[in-house]
């Protein structure tokens, strides 16, 4: 069974650009969330899109954005990219997004704002 | 205070030793609680999973949990060099959907 996909696995742009990644979750997974991860401020939620809905959000400026297709393949964009943003961001899926349910980590996109 | 804290470590033990590592949390409506390991450059590997109070073994991994001290533990026996990475205690509030809430992570060293 693959995991979950993230594409691209690196990723550099400049300030003020913007930046789509991509994330296919496990096969039968519904729940997708995102992650940023800094060595400053740690593993932070961003959102989690179910059934093509937001469900949950953390708390990222507008600039954080994502959506979810009919097949629960999740897409994440941030615009106006500050230096701020150079992370890994790491997408996650879970069958159903219960609080019970374990989350399964994709391999993250390195994102570098020069 | 952060919703869930963790010493940053490191936390050096002998190669065959126990590691013991802590997690508070506070938001007492939490309801589920997970462990996970990741190696420098990787992503986090779930290793356990606890929801009630008490004790839960896996293999070498023994997770605790007690929700009156608002308070995770994980218990690593046997510690191998391959155990080395950085350990996240993740909480999840209970609210609908799966929004868990990370610890900053304790680095372990296992030294042969």
């Known amino acids: 069974k693959a995991g979950v996909t993230q594409t691209p696995r690196y990723l550099i742009k400049t300030r003020g650009q913007q930046v789509t990644l991509s994330c296919s979750p496990i096969?039968?997974?519904?729940?997708v969330s995102w992650y940023q991860q800094t060595p400053g401020q740690g593993l932070q939620f961003l959102f989690e899109?179910?059934?093509?809905?937001?469900?949950n959000k953390g708390n990222f400026p507008g600039r954080f954005s994502g959506r979810q297709f009919s097949n629960s393949r999740s897409e994440m964009n941030v615009s106006t990219l500050e230096l701020g943003d150079s992370a890994l961001y790491l997408c996650?899926?879970?069958?159903?997004?219960?609080?019970?349910?374990?989350?399964?980590f994709g391999s993250g996109t390195q994102l570098s704002v020069l | 205070q952060k919703e869930v804290e963790q010493n940053s470590g490191p936390l050096s033990v002998p190669e065959g030793a126990i590691a013991s590592l802590n997690c508070t949390y506070s938001?007492?409506?939490?309801?589920?609680f997970f462990w996970y390991r990741q190696y420098s450059g990787k992503s986090p590997e779930l290793i356990m999973s606890i929801y009630s109070n008490g004790d839960k073994e896996d293999g070498r991994f023994t997770a605790q949990l007690n929700k009156a001290s608002q308070y995770v533990s994980l218990l690593i026996r046997d510690s191998q060099p391959s155990d080395s990475a950085t350990y996240l205690c993740a909480v999840n509030r209970g609210a609908a959907g799966n929004k868990l809430t990370f610890g900053g992570g304790t680095r372990v060293l296992v030294k042969p």
């Open positions: 938001d007492r409506g939490s309801q589920s």
């Open positions: 899109y179910f059934s093509e809905t937001q469900r």
């Open positions: 096969s039968g997974h519904r729940s």
């Open positions: 996650a899926s879970s069958l159903a997004g219960g609080a019970y349910e374990k989350l399964f």
